[in-house]
């Protein structure tokens, strides 16, 4: 495929549920209850040649770590979303009067008796519950959900099309919907699908744990430059998905922290262990770096405006720690 004519998105459309959606095993974003409901992510660099698998869990548990089990907070997942602004739901409010872009989501007319679905513990199983997730093909240039998008591989889950099989299970949820989908030639073999098999055991969290602090320590002082040194096989993938330069995009990237290191609150978070949630992904290959709030572990530590987020899948190289996506 041509990155300079089409593009990938993961879109993803939520009701009465949260979802987290995985393209190759990998964790691209979550939507659902909150102002978040709605998802459009470019994923050029997360696609394989040939086959391909989307997934969604549905009503994940509370932590990255544990998005597999069932939850016991009051709303999954709930934390990593945007938090709810007036504005922001105004335009929601408005966005949902005027049809937005819920056509892909039709409303039910489904109303069982209150008592007829169980409950996750804390995560209720509404009847309106429902989720279409698809990753599409856009020519460049073009607005997501306007129509020009082609899907290529499409997911779409309700509570009202299995609410029989879930009144006999005592623990419906997280719900795990996977499909797998040749999408043809794309943008050449992924280096983590030649990375070591890995094993998170105590010896590899410690690693993983000390390559964030040295990775956030190296940020803090301006030194941009190590953190591309490790991200090496990513930028050139990357690059190549999107049909852009590698060394431009490093050199852009070595210039802007160095930039913003020299203002006074350029200061990075220090996360101690028990704050890690790392998961094992892209079939073993990769682990993710992010916290028990879903948040990514490499940030500053002043949010909002001038804030700072370097989300990080890691994996191992002939032995070596890398950056890979």
Known sequence: MNPREFGLVVEARTRACVVEVLLNDIPVGLCGQGVRRKLEMPVNEFVMDGVNELGIIVNPGDTPATARLAGSAEMSAFGAQPAPTPAMEGFLAQDEQAGGQETTLPEDTWDPPSDSLPEQRGVPLQPQARVTAMLSRYPV???????????????????????????????????????????????????????????????????????????????EGGDGA???????????????????????????????????????????????????????????????????????????????????????????????????R
């Open 226 to 324: 190590s953190v591309v040194a490790m991200s090496a096989r990513k930028y050139e993938e990357v690059a190549r998905a999107y049909g852009i330069s590698a060394d431009d995009r490093a050199r852009l990237f070595e210039r802007m922290i160095a930039e913003a290191s020299s203002g006074d609150r350029w200061l990075f978070m220090t996360p101690e262990p028990d704050e890690l949630s790392l998961r094992v992904c892209a079939e073993g290959r990769m682990v993710e770096c992010v916290g028990t709030d879903w948040l990514p572990l490499v940030r500053t530590v002043r949010s909002g405006d001038g804030s700072f987020r370097l989300p990080m899948f890691v994996g191992k190289l002939g032995g070596e720690w890398a950056i890979l």
């Open 141 to 219: 240039g073009a607005t997501v959900g306007e129509g020009a998008g082609v899907p290529l591989i499409r997911l779409d889950w309700s509570a009202r099309g299995v609410a029989s099989s879930m009144r006999r299970q005592d623990q419906p949820f997280p719900l795990e919907i996977r499909k797998r989908q040749d999408i043809g030639p794309m943008f050449g073999r992924p280096a983590w699908r030649d990375a070591d098999l890995l094993q998170l055991d105590d010896g590899m969290l410690s690693e993983i744990h000390e390559l964030v602090l040295k990775t956030a320590l190296s940020l």
